[in-house]
């Protein structure tokens, strides 16, 4: 197990259609949290997970935004009616009950047209 | 909620001098402080960290300090190479874990030679 995976590593979309992101975290971590970073900020927290449950959304987590953890291991991240706005890097990260600390992933790339 | 401020947004040294970076939190309930590297392109990595118990924590050439009555904490690096030029982010988490970090807006480190 060699780290945190995320698919695609690009995404170029259009205005208005739906989008979904994989993650994988590292196989013993069951902690997952995506994280939103645009150019030039700091990641911004979106939701986590223990296991499969989510445990907290962010405001900044619209009604299009919805993620899942169904399985307790991989989870996806669905933006529904893109829009220009939600062009940003979407990094995933993950780590061990009662451990500090995340190793991210190296990020979805989306890029609204 | 916690708010972090980081200063400078922008940092260059000579190789050999010293770099500070200063963030300041606003949530006295934070109890958990990280430190991420991001070369460009790349995922955040953790590079220290430090946990409210401790004023200070170093790691080789990287040292952390923690003031929690006047809530900041900086990351000090000494005898910098052009390799860790980078843009570097703290971080804050509140409630005693990793479960949610609010970060900094980044400093950009420019190591010249």
């Known amino acids: 197990d060699t780290g945190v995976s995320q698919n695609p590593r690009h995404k170029i979309t259009k205005r208005g259609q739906n989008v979904t992101f994989r993650c994988d975290p590292i196989?013993?971590?069951?902690?997952l949290y995506w994280y939103r970073q645009t150019l030039g900020q700091g990641p911004e927290f979106l939701t986590y997970f223990q296991n499969e449950a989510q445990l907290e959304k962010s405001r900044l987590l619209s009604d299009r935004f919805s993620a899942e953890r169904p399985k307790g291991s991989f989870s996806t991240l669905e933006i529904q009616r893109t829009e220009q706005g939600d062009s940003a890097m979407y990094l995933c990260?993950?780590?061990?009950?009662?451990?500090?600390?995340?190793?991210f992933g190296s990020g979805t790339r989306l890029t609204v047209v | 909620g916690e708010n972090v401020e980081q200063h400078p947004s922008t940092l260059s040294v000579q190789e050999g001098d010293s770099a500070v970076i200063k963030c300041t939190y606003s949530?006295?309930?934070?109890?958990?402080f990280p430190w991420y590297k991001q070369e460009l392109g790349k995922r955040p990595q953790l590079i220290i960290d430090?946990?409210?118990?401790?004023g200070e924590k170093k790691d080789q050439r990287i040292a952390v300090t923690l003031n929690k009555t006047a809530k900041h904490f900086s990351l000090h690096i000494t005898e910098t190479q052009p390799e860790d030029s980078a843009v570097y982010f703290c971080?804050?988490?509140?409630?005693?874990?990793?479960?949610?970090?609010?970060f900094g807006t980044g400093t950009r480190l420019q190591v010249t030679l």
């Open positions: 949530d006295s309930a934070s109890n958990y």
């Open positions: 430090i946990r409210s118990n401790v």
């Open positions: 990260a993950s780590s061990l009950p009662g451990r500090y600390g995340y190793t």
């Open positions: 971080a804050a988490s509140i409630g005693g874990t990793a479960s949610k970090l609010t």
């Open positions: 196989s013993e971590h069951n902690r």
